[in-house]
């Protein structure tokens, strides 16, 4: 992971997400997924760009199994954007950058760092 990106688990998943006071976007993902590796640029991107005003957490959902069906995941990449603990958007599949940025800025009310 980078430094703009923290690696969760289904141990870590409350307190980094849930209880996180701040917006967090969390992409699940797995290694074999070639999706998933190909939108981890753009996810890494939008860390960079929001830093400080957005947490962003991947979960690797082969080695955290019990989180994806308490949300509902059946395919990946799904990216979900959670305020206050709640899932307020999510988007599944492959997307660009543009989709990412319109979800992060309808629910935040912030924009990229310059």
């Not at 999706?35 to 991947?58: D, H, M």
């Amino acid at each position: 992971m980078s430094e703009h990106i923290k690696e969760i688990t289904d141990n870590s998943f409350e307190t980094e997400v849930l209880k996180s006071e701040k917006l967090t976007l969390v992409d699940f993902w797995a290694e074999w997924c070639g999706p998933c590796l190909a939108l981890a640029p753009t996810v890494e991107e939008v860390a960079k760009q929001y830093a400080g005003n957005l947490n962003v957490a991947k979960l690797n959902v082969d080695y955290s199994p019990d989180t994806p069906p308490r949300y509902g995941i059946r395919g990946i990449p799904t990216l979900i954007l959670f305020k206050g603990g709640q899932e307020v958007d999510r988007i599944v599949g492959f997307v660009g950058k543009g989709a990412i940025e319109a979800m992060i800025q309808k629910h935040a009310g912030v924009s990229a760092k310059a």
